[in-house]
Nanobody, 124 residues
């Protein structure tokens, strides 16, 4: 059974940084694509970043240049380094695992396994 556990969220001031982690177990980590999505109150879940099994990465325009997604194949853990945070980055951040086609890699419905989420709050 796949288990994804996020950590690293918290409260930070505008311009600050946080690093989120997503520890995966119960699957072959190297075989899957891992993604970060976020959901703010009263908004739909939105794509943030994704890293494919072999390493290519893709980002939402809103975070490009500020966030970096990486993965550690030894630790079976994915990371999201978030710099220059803005109040509009405030949301619950979720990690997800699956093997979507490249054309669908930004769609939350293409991911079967999800973590429980971690809250990120950026104060203005």
């Amino acid at each position: 059974q796949v288990q994804l556990v996020e950590s690293g969220g918290g409260l930070v001031e505008t311009g600050g940084s946080l690093r989120l982690s997503c520890a995966a177990s119960g699957s072959t980590f190297s075989s899957y694509t891992y993604a970060w999505f976020r959901q703010a109150p009263d908004k739909e879940r939105e794509f943030v970043a994704v890293i494919r099994s072999t390493g290519p990465t893709y980002y939402a325009d809103s975070v490009k240049g500020r966030f970096i997604i990486t993965r550690d194949y030894v630790k079976s853990t994915m990371y999201l380094q978030m710099d220059t945070l803005k109040p509009e980055d405030t949301a619950v951040y979720y990690c997800a695992e699956d093997s979507p086609l490249l054309s669908s890699i930004r769609e939350s419905k293409m991911y079967y396994s999800w973590g429980q989420g971690t809250q990120v709050t950026v104060s203005s």
